[in-house]
């Protein structure tokens, strides 16, 4: 038998199957799992994981990497919270298929839909790709911190097969559809895992025109389902307002029957319509009694913007003062913000316009983020409660919190799964058999964002620190984050920890876990900011038996490579 590559020595195993931990040793070789047991040989290289969990890596299923893919090795912030695996291409955004001439239309579309500043893409993307095979080929040639796996993008494929009609959400003809279907069918053989669409009026491009798969009939997504059928293989992921939910499932209903395929869709919970999400649960447990497989993907936190004054949102963005200062650069702007005068007359001055500016202003559902960041904060702790208490404005409060820091505070605003002031209806949402814990959304929303830590709050919040409700087992949260969503899309050759199994490992000192507050990192092409967050208590990030972190730094190996197609156990 060879000297294994790396042995885990002395660890808890919490293997992702669900099942109780157990203390034992773990041995790779060749990047697999070769031996689970006691007193296994010595490795050529070992890590002592006394009183550490040993777990699978985690399978990150709704993320935004496809420009980021293409400039850097590293898969941050999700490859820094255990992700071991991300599924790229989601809301039916991307940048292949793309002509010459439509590469400015998909990254005003990724810039609109996504918030990544068009100067990044610009400065960024090689653009050396055309077909959807093309990009593959070029993610091949690179190296990462983990493996990327992709999507066939919807909005891309219907630009690039109908132009500006399928830009202007014009009906599909019956060659349109046709290509459609094929150029599935080929970015399937290619090693999509999938294909993705969007159907919300939140998607819009920075132009402000709305998605172009916003209204795609059901002819379209159907002769695409049947592509799907044929391959034998990928899933389809849907995001939709649900505005008329029962005609809406009824379709997600009809195209997983027709695709004989997994289907995913988004599901949050709005203040305007707190228990509609319970409705549109019900449906796809009644959908799965029924055989088809259906599955919806939430997050295990709210949805939420961060505001502050490096951000790309803030609650004074609307008042004149600020609106003058805006393009400054950060120092700059500094100067202003610390100068008693100003900050009096931004007190007293009326947001202009309408959107973001004055929901930004929502003091009842604000609240200072802190460090460690509460994501479930108490409604006597909001900007509107604390400003009650001492007298203030809610304007004085919140800027001073943002203030702190140099003007680098931030502030938390839930925009969904937060209704009821707390966590109790997402506690429902992850328990379903039928849910996948996902949209991160890592690589997007960079200025006013940083979900893709949702994994690491799943283990923190849920199984540990929780306050306001009943808690998971620790073996059931790792199950979620790894084999449940390795087996959603396909890739059974991970997400648990056993002989054969793809070496993709994190050893975690539960005790010490602990999300640090978000921050702005200027890393991206052309000197672009991004929200960035990392987790203490990460010992080890192991992907194919190489070790890719080791107490949150980079070790520089970079195994991770482009997945093609589904694999099996």
Same mark, same amino acid.
Request: hydrophobic content about 40%; some cysteine; aromatic content about 6%.
């Given at each position: ?244 939910? =029962?005609? *809406?499932?009824?379709?997600?209903? +009809?195209? /997983? &029957? @027709?695709?004989? #395929? $997994? ?114 904060? =108490?409604? *006597?702790?909001?900007?509107?409660? +604390?400003? /009650? &208490? @001492?007298?203030? #404005? $809610? ?175």
């Amino acid at each position: 038998m060879p000297t294994p590559s790396l042995v885990v020595r002395h660890g808890t195993i919490v293997d992702g199957s669900g099942g109780e931990p157990y203390e034992a040793d773990l041995a790779v070789t060749d990047g697999r799992i070769t031996a689970i047991g006691r007193n296994l040989p010595k490795g050529a290289e070992e890590i002592d994981a006394r009183g550490r969990l040993v777990t699978p890596g985690f399978v990150d299923v709704h993320t935004h990497y496809d420009a980021q893919v293409t400039w850097s090795e590293r898969l941050s912030p999700s490859s820094w919270n255990g992700a071991t695996t991300v599924l790229l291409g989601n809301c039916g955004v991307g940048f292949a298929p793309c002509h010459a001439e439509q590469r400015d239309l998909l990254v005003n579309l990724m810039e609109g839909v996504e918030d990544i500043p068009e100067v990044v893409m610009t400065a960024g993307l090689p653009w050396n790709w055309h077909s959807f095979p093309d990009y593959l080929d070029s993610l091949a040639a690179r190296r990462y911190d983990a493996d990327v796996a992709t999507q066939v993008p919807h909005a891309a494929l219907r630009v690039y097969v109908m132009g500006e009609r399928g830009a202007n959400r014009e009906p599909a003809t019956a060659d349109d559809r046709r290509r459609m279907a094929e150029l599935t069918a080929e970015g399937l053989r290619a090693g999509a895992l999938g294909f993705a669409t969007s159907r919300t009026l939140n998607h819009r491009a920075a132009d402000g025109r709305s998605i172009p798969t916003l209204r795609a009939e059901e002819a379209e997504l159907t002769e695409i389902a049947h592509a799907l059928r044929a391959a034998g293989t990928g899933w389809l992921q849907v995001v939709s307002d649900f505005e008329d939910q =029962a005609a *809406e499932i009824g379709l997600f209903r +009809r195209l /997983a &029957r @027709e695709s004989t #395929r $997994p289907l995913t869709l988004t599901l949050t919970q709005s203040d305007a319509r707190p228990e509609a999400w319970r409705t549109l649960m019900a449906e796809i447990d009644e959908a799965n009694a029924e055989g088809l497989r259906i599955t919806a993907q939430v997050r295990s936190r709210p949805t939420s913007v961060l505001l502050g004054f490096e951000l790309s949102q803030n609650p004074f963005m609307g008042r004149p003062a600020y609106k003058a200062i805006a393009h400054l650069p950060m120092a700059e702007r500094l100067v202003y913000l610390r100068d008693p005068a100003f900050r009096k007359k931004l007190m007293v001055e009326v947001a202009e316009g309408r959107g973001h500016a004055r929901r930004v202003e929502r003091w009842e559902r604000m609240f200072p983020l802190g460090d460690p960041p509460d994501y479930e904060p =108490a409604p *006597e702790s909001s900007v509107a409660a +604390r400003a /009650a &208490r @001492e007298g203030r #404005r $809610p304007e004085e409060v919140a800027y001073d919190a943002l203030m702190v820091r140099d003007g680098r505070g931030l502030l938390y605003l839930p925009v969904t799964n937060f209704a009821a002031g707390n966590l109790d209806a997402v506690r429902d949402m992850i328990a379903s058999p039928n849910s996948l814990i996902g949209l991160g959304d890592g690589g997007a929303h960079v200025g006013i964002m940083c979900d893709a830590t949702a994994t690491s709050y799943t283990l923190t919040h849920w199984t540990r620190d929780r306050r306001r409700g009943a808690l998971f087992p620790v073996s059931w949260a790792i199950k979620r984050l790894a084999a449940d969503n390795a087996q959603a899309v396909g890739l059974n050759d991970r997400g648990l920890l056993g002989v054969g199994k793809k070496a993709d490992i994190n050893v975690l000192d539960y005790d010490r876990l602990r999300l640090r507050s978000p921050e702005v990192v200027y890393d991206l092409p052309a000197g672009g900011k991004r929200l960035v967050q990392r987790t203490d208590g990460f010992d080890a990030t192991i992907v194919s038996g190489a070790v890719v972190y080791r107490d949150g730094q980079a070790t520089g190996a970079l195994p991770g490579r482009l997945i093609r197609g589904s694999r099996r156990a």
